[in-house]
């Protein structure tokens, strides 16, 4: 990886790509701290920092939640304007001929995407400036709308900021946003630690235990984002003239994580919502009762959570990654996979292969996402954002921006080879 680093800087075009990169995110940790106005900072930390439920949020912001900045609300309705338009995509016939009509048509569906992410952002930072109006200054309609306005603006202005870093830089920008947002606390994260521990809160053994555990979480997170099930398929020879073709065998890949984080984060947000409306209704008997019994950290909670991960998981990957249309891919192109006929055998012999790798990675990303309890319990440091999600999410972008930072340097190696 340092290797790939090393060579890309020498490349005037990857150094081009790598600066502008980072003069994008510099922009982005820039308007982390410019705070939205009519606004009292102050009491919007303290109610953020009562519960654990914004810790996650505030991790992927970079801490733009907690100072209630432009940039408050990240990338999140713009991660689940895309979630809910994948999904459409299956239900809608209209969405799902755009999908197959190439480059014109996910260009229709990038459009789409921008228009519901303005929407779910305007309702997404309305909801939270009621629920947070004792922060307010002036607090009234007008306000509100304002203040939803300005945060909106802040959503689409970094959706804009995504797609620039994907087209004029490297990798992928809307990933490479939460990166940053979230590899920007880790200084915050190490100055907490130390003070808990000049402090006598914590001893050594537990910072110990933190480190060994990260460690093992980085090797399992790398172990199965690299992880694939690898089907054999071979190609029958084809002659055409005086001319052979096919006749050679290759694989089809399953991931054992073919869903990425994506589940996580949409059994986050949907387990929010309630937690959201406790907070709003806290002096009545059913709020306390559900922070009670079924509030974060809790054990309904935590197998809640747990479970729709798992089944999101399994949902994800089957709206992603069709075995029909994988089989009849592979029936298309004269192949086959040995042993099996091509059409409706093949693709159940896809389905059951996926659904028995897919229920690996689904356990997987489900004791990641609640580990940081377990976490809690061993090493006694609290307030721990910076848990196996977060990791995950770093390692896995990680992974995919040095991917292409390694494929910009082999095909240069190959132009230079044939000139």
Do not use: C
Not at 1 to 12: D, F, P, Y
Not at 280 to 307: D, E, K, M, P, Q
């Amino acid at each position: 990886m340092l290797e790939s680093l090393k060579n890309a800087l020498k490349v005037s075009e990857l150094k081009a790509k790598l600066l502008y990169t980072l003069g994008m995110i510099f922009i982005f940790r820039l308007g982390a701290h410019v705070p939205v106005p009519g606004v009292n900072p102050d009491k919007f930390a303290e109610l953020v920092s009562s519960g654990l439920i914004f810790g996650f949020f505030d991790v992927i912001s970079g801490g733009a939640l907690k100072n209630f900045s432009v940039f408050a609300m990240s990338i999140t309705p713009y991660i689940n304007a895309s979630i809910i338009m994948q999904l459409l995509t299956v239900v809608i016939p209209h969405l799902e001929r755009l999908a197959k009509e190439g480059e014109e048509g996910r260009k229709k569906i990038t459009e789409y995407t921008r228009y519901l992410t303005v929407l779910l952002a305007f309702i997404q930072g309305l909801g939270m400036v009621v629920g947070v109006k004792g922060s307010l200054v002036q607090p009234g309609p007008l306000t509100y709308v304002m203040t939803a306005l300005t945060i909106t603006a802040g959503t689409t202005f970094l959706m804009w900021v995504g797609e620039q870093i994907t087209e004029k830089g490297i990798g992928n920008g809307i990933s490479l946003l939460i990166f940053a947002g979230i590899v920007s606390r880790v200084p915050q994260g190490v100055a907490r630690v130390i003070e808990y521990l000049n402090a006598g809160t914590i001893n050594i053994l537990s910072i110990i235990a933190l480190v060994v555990i990260g460690a093992l979480v980085i090797a399992g997170v790398v172990a199965v984002q690299e992880g694939q099930r690898r089907i054999p398929v071979q190609y029958a020879k084809r002659v055409v003239g005086r001319r052979i073709y096919g006749g050679q065998t290759t694989h089809l890949p399953l991931r054992v994580n073919q869903a990425g984080v994506i589940p996580v984060i949409f059994a986050s947000s949907l387990l929010m919502f309630p937690e959201t409306l406790a907070r709003w209704f806290s002096n009545t008997a059913a709020a306390n009762f559900y922070v009670r019994y079924f509030g974060w950290g809790t054990a309904a909670h935590t197998i809640f959570y747990a479970l729709l991960i798992i089944a999101f998981t399994y949902f994800y990957t089957a709206v992603i990654m069709n075995p029909a249309d994988v089989a009849d891919n592979i029936k298309k192109y004269g192949g086959f996979i040995p042993g099996l006929r091509p059409g409706r055998p093949t693709a159940e012999y896809i389905s059951r292969i996926m659904s028995r790798v897919t229920l690996f990675g689904a356990i997987f990303l489900a004791l990641i996402a609640i580990l940081p309890n377990f976490v809690l319990l061993a090493t006694r440091i609290p307030n721990i954002y910076f848990g196996g999600t977060a990791l995950l999410i770093v390692v896995g972008v990680a992974l995919d921006t040095m991917k292409q930072v390694e494929a910009h340097l082999l095909m240069r190696s190959y132009q230079g080879f044939i000139k």
